[in-house]
């Protein structure tokens, strides 16, 4: 069955580090997104992607990059992590933009 | 600009009662609407969605929406709730008219609690 998956699923760094997360789909889709959730907030849009080769920043997208260099995978990078980025991140994808979005079972950060 | 607003940070009913979460919206054009749920320590689960067509949609699990434009809300409702329906649900919207293609606006979720 088509999936997407998302690692480490916990994650403990230090301030200044940089940090990596993973997110892998086998749906063959398009699009990908990358959200941050925090009590209160709902999730946030951190960066997203329509394509190969195509990167977007979404409403939350300081400190963060991502690349895309297949339809699979859409790494999203912390330069420089920071105790505000504590937080549990969420990859998506989706087929169009009117399609739902799929949810990878998130990254939990914590950055001490 | 998009945003959507759920009122309630938490809604607590009794088993076999109606369960409504509430959702208001706004956005410079028509909406897509949509409802996710999310059980703990886990990702979202797309319920159902609005795009055009019959004002009430439904979804998973025994869940329907009420699309009410002049209102400008995406109730979600159950007509007899389970225990296992509690869970964190998040309401989301999309402007179709604006270069907001595939992005969501989420609202800050309602916790749902079903007492046996």
């Known amino acids: 069955d088509a999936e997407i998956t998302q690692s480490p699923r916990h994650k403990i760094t230090e301030t200044g580090r940089q940090v990596t997360l993973a997110c892998h789909q086998t749906?063959?889709?398009?699009?990908m997104f990358w959200y941050r959730q925090d009590l209160g907030h709902g999730l946030r849009l951190i960066h997203y992607?329509?394509?190969?080769?195509?990167?977007n920043k979404g409403e939350v997208s300081d400190g963060y990059s991502v690349s895309r260099s297949n339809t699979e995978d859409l790494p999203l990078t912390l330069e420089s992590a920071a105790s505000s980025q504590t937080s549990v991140y969420f990859c998506?994808?989706?087929?169009?933009?009117?399609?739902?979005?799929?949810f990878g079972p998130g990254t939990r950060l914590t950055v001490l | 600009a998009q945003s959507v607003a759920q009122p309630e940070d938490q809604v607590n009913v009794a088993e076999g009662n109606p369960l409504t979460v509430k959702c208001t919206y706004s956005?410079?054009?028509?909406?897509?609407l949509f409802w996710y749920v999310q059980y703990p320590n886990r990702g979202l689960q797309f319920l159902l969605k609005?795009?055009?067509?019959?004002?009430l949609v439904k979804g998973s699990y025994g869940f329907e929406a009420e699309f009410n434009k002049s209102q400008t809300s995406f109730h979600l409702k159950k007509p007899s709730a389970l225990v296992s329906d509690s869970a964190l649900y998040f309401c989301?919207?999309?402007?179709?008219?604006?270069?907001?293609?595939?992005?969501?606006?989420f609202g800050a979720g309602t916790q749902v609690v079903v007492t046996p």
């Open positions: 989301a919207v999309r402007d179709m008219t604006t270069d907001s293609w595939g992005k969501l606006q």
């Open positions: 992607s329509y394509g190969v080769q195509d990167t």
């Open positions: 956005v410079s054009g028509n909406p897509y």
């Open positions: 609005y795009i055009t067509g019959d004002n």
């Open positions: 998506a994808s989706s087929v169009t933009g009117d399609s739902p979005q799929y």
């Open positions: 749906w063959n889709h398009n699009n």
